[in-house]
């Protein structure tokens, strides 16, 4: 299925800064004609949305490291080191890091999910952590934060 959010910009490999996030491709959408995604994130606790809604994407978190509380609908688990969770669309889900780090294998199907994270994010110089944003969102980057949300079908649960 092509749609005009198909458009593959994220690249195999590539180190990138997402939110306070180090993350990495390891297969981008257009390696699979656009069936799935998968994206590793290093994290700490601090960075991690609010609770929202995918319309178009299934995601799976594998747990390499850490640990991870995920909602999902109506029901939370902690997540621990070789434990996946399944994040289905139109679901509402969010999750907190709840070790001092986490590492996690992101799998997101269709996989033109994976141009967000890439829109948002900027290239990183080295392969370790961003320094933690600190404070709230400035007003101009959360504009365009929720409107690239409003794009990829992601609404946020109030």
Request: proline fraction near 8%; aromatic fraction near 10%.
């Amino acid at each position: 299925m092509t749609t005009e959010l198909s458009q593959p910009i994220a690249q195999t490999g590539a180190i990138r800064y997402f939110s306070g996030y180090l993350m990495r491709v390891h297969v981008s959408n257009e390696q699979t004609n656009g069936a799935f995604s998968l994206v590793e994130f290093n994290m700490r606790p601090g960075s991690e949305p609010p609770m929202h809604i995918h319309e178009l994407e299934d995601e799976m978190f594998y747990v390499k490291e850490g640990v991870l509380r995920v909602t999902v609908g109506d029901k939370t688990i902690e997540a621990t080191a070789g434990q996946t969770v399944f994040l289905p669309r139109q679901v509402p889900h969010a999750y907190s890091v709840i070790s001092p780090t986490a590492n996690i294998l992101v799998y997101m199907t269709p996989g033109n999910f994976v141009n967000f994270f890439y829109e948002l994010s900027e290239e990183a110089t080295e392969a370790i952590m961003p320094p933690k944003p600190e404070g709230p969102m400035p007003a101009e980057v959360m504009n365009v934060f929720l409107e690239t949300s409003t794009r990829y079908g992601i609404k946020y649960v109030h």
